[in-house]
């Protein structure tokens, strides 16, 4: 679908904003508890969600979409922040230079 094409994009750029936001010496274990990260996503987000579902299904039903909408806010203003601060880094080396 051409939604699921933004989803391999999301691991474009966060892994370009590492990049320059980390040091160099340090971006393989960063890459390396992201590939982690990547990992164990699935199989947590799996349990999280099924047992959510079970606990509130008589309540709301759609409170796994609640969940979901406030994780995708978390890691939008997580990548907001890194570029703001990948961003701002840049902007006083372009001014040491002149």
Do not use: Q, W
């Not at 966060?14 to 936001?21: N, P």
């Not at 996503?41 to 979409?65: C, M």
């Amino acid at each position: 679908t051409p939604l699921a094409v933004l989803s391999t994009a999301k691991a474009a750029i966060c892994r370009s904003l590492i990049t320059k936001a980390a040091a160099n010496d340090e971006l393989g274990k960063i890459f390396a508890m992201v590939a982690s990260a990547e990992a164990l996503v699935p199989i947590v987000a799996s349990l999280v969600y099924s047992k959510l579902y079970s606990a509130t299904l008589d309540l709301f039903i759609g409170t796994f979409y609640l969940l979901s909408s406030a994780i995708l806010f978390l890691v939008g203003s997580m990548y907001m922040y890194v570029f703001y601060l990948t961003r701002k880094h840049n902007l006083y080396k372009d001014r040491e230079k002149d």
